[in-house]
Structure formats: structure tokens, C-alpha cells
């Protein structure tokens, strides 16, 4: 392994806690939502939007904390965010009334993309070409550690200690990637010279570029898949197929072992294909996997294997496309990447949250609506990279 290797894997190892934030507070407790309902006499639309909330207040965050980090440079902002992801578990873990827990949850959110914006502004200060590419799906595969481990985790704190032992682990963690903060290399603040009263200038700015439109939105597919999947396989291997919490844990994070796998076996082919070429192999991946859904629940019924197979190849398919997305949206903007990647945060996860929680609403009496979901990202991905290339 070369030397630059070394470098950069200690770079994404440092930055791994940072990203983990964000997917461990959704994750952790997914499987223990059952739990949680009982103990706090909640039903699924109110733990439903325990979720929803985050999601909104993570992607509207970004928006803020993009002028901040540009402005005044990526360590303090960081430390922040952080301190307001630890203050929000504490809450989230510490009250019993409704409201203060979706105050708790706003807070972590806060917090949470506070620390993916800076993280991947941190990788485009430091890597360009396909080094970035690489960089940038290391990181975001290792964000997949979250729905790997957090499942099980989650379940076994919430059985043996109460759910509230969730939220505790998540200011735990909190602290860790404070530390991790210390160990890292900050770029000289010479990133940004405009005023925050020309953020909304800025971004408007940002988003003309078609290079960042194209992708944002491909981008926001991939989170329409991701949190398709979070949305209704609770409801399917929970409710209809009566399944265990821990059981569930344990399909959860097959899935999620798929992502991981994929991305890491198929990083430097993802770095030769490059963004385009790349982004489109995911987007082909997810109508394959909708249209098996289809297929298996015709001759199988609803059953694991329907969900879990499927759901594993789209898994794959966000490996190739996320990392790539997230290249190809922010490599023109290396003087205000922070301010690039919370304009993209906010696209990624507001958009992708509202279609992916769509699946919710829809009568899930089998697995239909995520195929729904995962042949319509795929279309729009191969639709968008279509149009964008006939104007050019």
C-alpha cells in the first residue's frame, strides 16, 4: 500500500465518526420503534415523524452551516455541530414528553449535517480528479457502517437497557468524533471572502451550474432509494411477516453489508469509469432490482426473500452512484465547496426524504411501492443524465 494510500485512509478513518452521526441516529432505533412506541404510548405516524423531522431539519441545516464553514473556516463550525448533536441525544434520551423529544431529535439533526457538510467540504479541500472520487466513496461507504451495526446495537440497548440507552450511545458517539476532530488537518482559512448576507446569491449561483444540477438530483435518487427501504421494511418484516426485532436487525444490516461490500470491491473500477459512467451503472441497477421485485412477488408472494434480494442489488447500485453524485456536483466549486456540499446535502436528503417516505403512504400490503420507488429513480437518473447531455 502507498504511502498517499496510507494518508488518505487515515484522512476517512478520522472522518468516519463524522459521517456515522448522521445514519446512527436514524438507524439505531429503527428496529426498536415497536419499543419505543410502547414506553412512551406513541403510535407509528408519531414515530414516523421522530424520522421525518430529522431528515427535514438535516437537510435545511445544511443550507446554514454551508456560508458558516466558508466563512469562518471548517475546525470551529465542526466543533459546534458536534457539541449540538451531543445536546440533542442527552435531550432526546432525558424527557418523556413528545415535543421535547422532536426538539431533541431537531437538535441532533442540527448537529448531524453540520458535520457531513464540513466532512466532505474537508475531502474536496484535499483531493481533486480521481483521488476525490476514490475519497469520496470511501467516506460515504463507510457511512454505511451506520445500518450495519446500529440495527443489532440498537435492539440489544433498547431490550436490556431501555430505548433510551439508544440516544445515550448517540452523545457517546458524539464525543468520539469530537476527539476524532482534534486529530485532523485543517486547510488555511483562505477558502471564503464573501458576506453571509450573499449566501442566497451564492447558491443561486451554485445551483445554475449544470454540472450541479445533474447530479444533485442523482444524488437525491439514491437517497429516494435509501430511504425507501428504510420506510418500508420495518413495516413488511415488523408488521406483516411478524418477524423479531432482533431478526430485523439482522436483514437490516445484510442489506447495508451489501452497500459496503460493493463499494469497496469496486472502488478503483469506480474511479477508472468515472462519474457519468459510474452513475449510470447504479441507475441501471435499480430498475433491475425493481423490476425483480415485480417478478418475485408474482411467483414468491411477499416474503424476505422478495425484499432482502432486491434490496441488496440496490445496494449496490447506491455504491456506484453516491460517491460519483457527490464528485460530480461539487468539482466546480473548489472556492465555496462548502456552501456546494450543504446546497447538495440539502437537495440529497429534503428530496430524497419526501419520495423515499412516500412508500409510507402508500398501502404497503407487499413490496410493490419500493419497486415503484426504485425503477422511478432509476428512470429520472437516466432521464436527467440524458437531458443534461443534449443541452451540452
Known sequence: MTSSNNTMFRFIALLTPMVLLMGLALDLYIPSQQIMMRALDLNFPQIQWTMTIYMYCFGLGQLIVGPITDRFGRRIPLFVSILFYIAGSVLTASVDQYLHILIGRSLEALGACGAMVIALALVRDKYEGNNAIKA?????????????????????????????ADFYFLAFLGMLA??????????????????PSNFLKTYWHILKNVSFRRYAVCAAMV????????SISPVIYLQHLQLSETYFAILF??????????????????????VKKSVSIGALLYVSAGILVWIMQHYLGMCIETLLIPGMIASAGCAFALGPSCTGALKPFKEQSGKAAALLGCIEFMLGGMLGACV????????????????????IIFLNLALEQSKN
Open 253 to 274: 444490516s445484510v442489506n447495508a453489508s451489501a452497500f459496503l461490500l460493493a463499494a469497496f470491491i469496486f472502488a478503483s473500477l469506480i474511479a477508472k469509469l468515472g
Open 223 to 230: 437517497q429516494t432509494v435509501m430511504f425507501s427501504y428504510f
Open 136 to 164: 469520496f466513496t470511501y467516506l460515504r461507504s463507510m457511512s454505511t457502517l451506520a445500518p450495519i451495526i446500529a440495527p443489532s446495537l440498537g435492539v440489544f440497548l433498547a431490550l436490556h437497557y431501555g430505548w433510551r
Open 360 to 379: 409510507v403512504y402508500i398501502p404497503p400490503t407487499n413490496v410493490l411501492p419500493f419497486a415503484l420507488s426504485l425503477i422511478a429513480a432509476g428512470s
Open 178 to 195: 469530537l476527539m476524532c476532530g482534534f486529530g485532523i488537518e485543517y486547510p488555511p482559512h483562505t477558502i471564503a471572502v464573501s458576506k
